[in-house]
T-cell receptor, first 119, second 116 residues
Framework: AQKITQTQPGMFVQEKEAVTLDCTYD???????LFWYKQPSSGEMIFLIY??????QNATEGRYSLNFQKARKSANLVISASQLGDSAMYFC????????????????FGRGTQLTVWP | ETGVTQTPRHLVMGMTNKKSLKCEQH?????MYWYKQSAKKPLELMFV???????ENNSVPSRFSPECPNSSHLFLHLHTLQPEDSALYLC???????????????FGPGTRLTVL
């Protein structure tokens, strides 16, 4: 079974509008972390935002916010006021394992959503 | 500006060549990673080094040979590659895997490898 599912291969949004990119995850761990990365056509994976499984508040970083619904195991990324430079591939990722200890926290990635922002 | 650099950015090699990819991180992290990103496939973890020690080899063929001389540098030595090895190879670093922090992984720009 896939650990991370991103069901939207492509999304389109007009400049200055908000857009939500979907992500669902599968884990039996109680402690885990959820990440979103942006990958422009240049290839670099840029870290955007993090949400811990015990965090009660939704994470926010500037125009990015994470809509975390633990019971539904979803961690959707919301981008407000889209800009042309937001056009890129967006990846959701999850790190399982305890927050403490020596267990390696492997990152599992989804297949990504290609976001296109048009003027 | 990224704290993780990778060279070269593009590499074309024949199946009999030997080449190396280099990664350097300037973030003071202790863990470094190699990932492979092929078209239409999720990112695949290849190797993990923690404090210069290899802690994970994700069933990677022996034609890929990693080397981590110190916590700031990571190499991927390539030999006798196959055309299906053509991909974007990404290096990442993090403070230390499995700690109480977010342990966010920060990526380099990648090396686009083409095997002829």
């Amino acid at each position: 079974a896939q650990k991370i599912t991103q069901t939207q291969p492509g999304m389109f949004v007009q400049e200055k509008e908000a857009v939500t990119l979907d992500c669902t995850y599968d884990t039996s761990d109680q402690s885990y972390g959820l990440f979103w990365y942006k990958q422009p056509s240049s290839g670099e994976m840029i870290f955007l935002i993090y949400q811990g499984s015990y965090d009660e508040q939704n994470a926010t970083e500037g125009r990015y916010s994470l809509n975390f619904q633990k019971a539904r195991k979803s961690a959707n990324l919301v981008i407000s006021a889209s800009q042309l430079g937001d056009s890129a591939m967006y990846f959701c990722a999850m790190r399982e394992g305890p927050d403490r200890g020596s267990t390696l926290g492997r990152l599992y990635f989804g297949r990504g959503t290609q976001l296109t922002v048009w003027p | 500006e990224t704290g993780v650099t990778q060279t070269p950015r593009h590499l074309v090699m024949g199946m009999t060549n030997k080449k190396s990819l280099k990664c350097e991180q300037h973030l003071g992290h202790n863990a470094m990673y190699w990932y492979k990103q092929s078209a239409k496939k999720p990112l695949e973890l290849m190797f993990v080094y923690n404090f210069k020690e290899q802690t994970e080899n994700n069933s990677v063929p022996s034609r890929f040979s990693p080397e981590c001389p110190n916590s700031s540098h990571l190499f991927l030595h390539l030999h006798t590659l196959q055309p299906e090895d053509s991909a974007l190879y990404l290096c990442a670093s993090s403070q230390t895997p499995g700690t109480a922090s977010t342990d966010t992984q920060y990526f380099g720009p990648g090396t686009r490898l083409t095997v002829l």
